[in-house]
């Protein structure tokens, strides 16, 4: 057995506890030896760090050229809307225009399509209908916009490089990580079309720079340095999240990070107080939770400066919202409702009029139950007079001082009388048509008083305060129940033909749900315009009311996206590339954009995976039985910088299985770039770290030293890397016609490339 090393305290490279850089090569010299290596046949002289940070440089610059090739390469084809181009390059254009929409992702990078929209000039006048729609026709500057995920796109060659340089990986090694980024297929076609993503995996990569940059610091803590970069990390968690909520995801690999690393600052034996402890704590608080936190709103902040006009996402937002926005029909609509007035209500999200007739629920329903046979109330779809009620105060709650055409506020009680058949709204302890669990609602003869607790309601608006109008159009409300506290509610079920299909309304026993709200259309015979003058001003409201209800319908409407699609696939699919999506085709062609990551780095990505759980696994086992099969500076290397990888990937994939929403391929771009840091590290492992290892420790650690700070790895790594880079390159290529969009293929050409069936490529015969 080898002398065991102990392993030093937090020196250099990022993820490693033995950290021989520079200073051991220093000191080698300064004891007048002439080889770092004791084996006499390897006597080389180590090379100078400057040379070695030429050649980098020089990688550096040919990795970022050749990516700058394939991510710009043909950019103008196809000049035709792509995919989810419909979308985000329509945001773009509202933006533009100032015009209000809705989305389930935040602002910053559709603020980016839009700020780059307007320098080159264009005004937002095209809206991106339908996939397929010509550009020129137009007159869209199309490649004006992909520029700008195409740069992205290109970047993230050069920072994944940076990473594995900064992890203290040697040359080759940091440009093995490159080029499966360089050659992802996947990559190059999210990231070069008017979408999210480019934006979106770039600011991922950059807070695990960051954070690596940060965490080298940890022996010159509270320096100018450590703070640039701590912060670093801090705004680029927050771009991460600005783009899209998935985010949150990047936050919690930096988080479990910063756990351990404070766990570890916890340790009697690092010599911390309590109190230099505390500081620790409040500058990564600062600096990874309040600074990007601050940056998250801020661009709210613009997206709301930038909206402040009418558009299509008005319905999506409160009332109160809508008439912060000009132009709304809520500003100029809305008018305040009194005592005695005739409405019509309207469900919120059926929209179907509360409705009476004369006709009567049947004796018996069709499972045998017996009715009150009280006269009907329905939904109705269409205008019509039976949609007509006047609102009465309730005489009990009813303050004698107030005015009989009083405006109606927030907790009021009213009855409700049915103009056609003069009859109050009552609901009372029989079952519903169609839900026996709630109550039937029907109406009972305005001369009829026996019944009159029966028929109070009570006005409870959304938001609403003691001094809240009740306002037409612009108060969502809940009518409940005063002596059954149910609430009117309907759904999307209709009644049999003795209702004429109508749909059915009833008392619900959770007068909470959000589905009980329902709004004041009109008042009957109010006319228009006599409230326009003097014109109303737009209403004020917090940044921070808009920005919490932004949110909270974010997430709602995020999680409810479980509409199936042609091309979504759950998470256990995409590791193994078992399917793609398709973008875009042209028939008279036999063109297509279709989504496919590049087979051999995917799977490359996935191998690397399985073989650093089983080395971990197998070496955790072999140490519990006192063998020592990895030598610690190179389990420290596996198990720091490779599991921060490990980490970073479990995070970035194994959330999705836990979401309901629909999913698709892309979603999986984040983690595929964490499988191929985590791919760079097992090929360090395997093919740099293996190679001809002296026996004793003080030679093992002079190899060290010459493999962090030289390029003298060994022909095999080299070999080994170059050979599967050049594998990878020539699958991109093969699988570039899809990429692309163009040459088109043959029938020959697509089956060629159907290595899976489930690929379903078209003009496959």
Not at 617 to 643: E, M, Q
Not at 714 to 719: C, D, K, L, S
């Amino acid at each position: 057995m080898s002398q065991e090393i102990k392993p030093r305290q937090r020196q250099g490279e990022f993820g490693d506890k033995v950290k021989l850089g520079e200073k051991a090569v220093l000191e080698e010299k300064r004891k007048g030896s002439k080889t770092l290596n004791e084996d006499d046949d390897t006597k080389k002289k180590v090379k100078p760090v400057s040379s070695d940070k030429q050649i980098s440089n020089a990688v550096l610059l040919f990795l970022t050229a050749a990516s700058l090739i394939t991510r710009f390469w043909d950019i103008g084809h196809p000049a035709e809307v792509v995919f989810d181009e419909v979308h985000f390059g329509k945001f773009a254009s509202y933006y533009l225009q100032r015009t209000y929409y809705f989305d389930v992702h935040p602002p910053l990078a559709k603020l980016m399509f839009a700020g780059v929209g307007w320098l080159i000039g264009y005004d937002g006048h095209y809206l991106f209908e339908n996939i397929g729609e010509d550009y020129i026709k137009n007159n869209v500057p199309y490649i004006g916009l992909r520029i700008l995920p195409a740069t992205f796109g290109a970047l993230l060659v050069p920072i994944a490089y940076l990473i594995m340089i900064e992890s203290g990986y040697p040359i080759i090694t940091a440009a093995f990580a490159a080029g499966l980024v360089l050659f992802d297929n996947a990559l190059i076609t999210q990231t070069r079309l008017i979408l999210l993503d480019a934006m979106l995996v770039f600011f991922v990569l950059c807070t695990l720079y960051s954070y690596i940059r940060f965490y080298k610091l940890r022996l010159r803590e509270f320096t100018l340095d450590w703070w640039f970069w701590l912060i670093a990390t801090g705004v680029s968690l927050s771009l991460t999240t600005s783009v899209k909520m998935v985010g949150l995801l990047t936050f919690a690999t930096i988080g479990v990070a910063v756990l351990v690393d404070l766990w570890e600052l916890l340790d009697i034996q690092r010599g911390l107080t309590i109190r230099q402890f505390r500081k620790h704590f409040f500058a990564r608080a600062i600096g990874l939770i309040f600074i990007p936190m601050a940056i998250y709103l801020f661009w709210f902040y613009v997206h709301f400066a930038i909206l402040n006009t009418s558009g299509p996402g008005d319905d999506f937002m409160s009332p109160e919202f809508q008439e912060t926005l000009h132009g709304n029909v809520m500003t100029y609509q809305s008018h305040d409702i009194r005592f005695n007035d005739t409405i019509t209500i309207k469900h919120k999200d059926t929209s179907v009029f509360l409705h009476s007739h004369l006709e009567r629920y049947p004796l018996r329903y069709d499972d045998g139950r017996i009715s009150s046979q009280g006269q009907q109330v329905t939904g109705y779809p269409h205008e019509d007079t039976n949609n007509y009620w006047r609102v009465k105060p309730a005489i009990p709650f009813f303050d004698p001082e107030r005015p009989e055409n009083d405006v109606i506020k927030h907790g009021d009680y009213i009855l409700l009388e049915h103009v056609n058949t003069q009859s109050h709204l009552l609901t009372h302890d029989v079952a519903s048509p169609l839900m026996p669990t709630n109550q039937e609602f029907t109406t009972i003869s305005v001369d009829d008083d026996s019944r009159y607790n029966e028929t109070i309601f009570q006005v409870l608006l959304s938001n609403g305060e003691e001094d809240t109008k009740w306002r037409t159009k612009a108060s969502h409300f809940r009518l409940v129940h005063f002596d059954t506290k149910v609430a009117l509610w309907t759904y999307d079920s209709v009644l049999p033909d003795w209702a004429y299909k109508q749909q059915e309304v009833n008392g619900n026993k959770n007068n909470l749900e959000k589905s009980n709200y329902w709004f004041a259309n009109e008042i009957v015979g109010k006319n228009v315009t006599e409230e326009m003058h003097p014109k109303k001003p737009t209403r004020e409201l917090p940044f921070l009311r808009k920005f919490v209800e932004l949110q909270r319908l974010m997430i709602s409407h995020n999680s409810g996206l479980t509409k199936p699609h042609p091309y979504s696939t759950g998470p256990i699919n995409w590791p193994f590339l078992v399917r793609g999506i398709s973008f875009w085709t042209k028939d008279s062609t036999r063109e297509q954009i279709y989504l496919l990551g590049n087979p051999f780095t995917w799977w490359i990505g996935i191998g690397a995976l399985s073989v650093f759980v089983g080395v971990t696994a197998a070496d955790a086992v072999s140490r519990r039985r006192g063998i020592h099969p990895i030598i610690d500076p190179v389990r420290n290397r596996l198990y720091n910088s490779a599991g921060f990888f490990f980490i970073a990937w479990f995070f970035h994939y194994i959330p999705f299985f836990l979401m309901g929403r629909s999913l698709f391929l892309h979603h999986y771009l984040p983690a595929v770039l964490c499988s191929y840091l985590l791919a760079a590290a097992v090929f360090n492992f395997m093919f740099v770290n293996s190679v001809n290892y002296p026996i004793s420790a003080s030679a093992t650690k002079k190899r060290i030293a010459r493999v962090v700070l030289t390029a003298d790895v060994g022909i095999t790594a080299i070999v080994c890397g170059i050979a599967l880079l050049c594998v990878s390159c020539v699958v991109y290529v093969y699988f570039a016609p899809i990429t692309y969009g163009t040459p088109g293929l043959d029938v020959d050409g697509v089956l060629n490339r159907k290595w899976l069936d489930t690929w379903d490529f078209h003009f496959a015969k």
